[in-house]
């Protein structure tokens, strides 16, 4: 069974760089038709993708976050990140990375999500 696991920072400074790793086990990323996400969700506030990455290496991004998110993946291990730049106190979130078969549809494995939070 896949497992995902978010490490990364927990507190981060406004204007700086938000870096997440995404660590995969129990499979490889690469299989045809995975897509790896990452999905936030503000304190209060409903889920909001950010974008993925493909099997094939190609990216997707949401358009809102487009200018401000990279993401790559190492696949000799087995994991996958997200930058996300010039945080505002608004990126604060539970961080999530997810996998699917298509770049946005529903997401069948989640990791358990990491609290960032941006300091002004």
């Known amino acids: 069974q896949v497992q995902l696991q978010e490490s990364g920072p927990g507190l981060v400074k406004a204007s700086q760089t938000l870096s997440l790793t995404c660590i995969v086990s129990g499979g490889s990323i690469t299989p045809n038709y995975y897509y790896w996400s990452w999905i936030r969700q503000p304190p209060g506030k409903g889920l909001e993708w950010m974008g993925a990455?493909?099997?094939?290496?190609?990216?997707y991004y949401s358009p809102s976050l487009k200018s401000r998110t990279s993401m790559s993946r190492d696949t000799s291990k087995n994991q996958f990140t997200l930058q996300l730049n010039g945080v505002t106190p608004e990126d604060t979130a539970v961080y999530y990375c997810a996998k699917s078969t298509c770049p946005a549809c529903g997401m069948d494995y989640w990791g358990n999500g990491t609290l960032v939070t941006v300091s002004s």
């Open positions: 990455k493909a099997y094939s290496g190609n990216t």
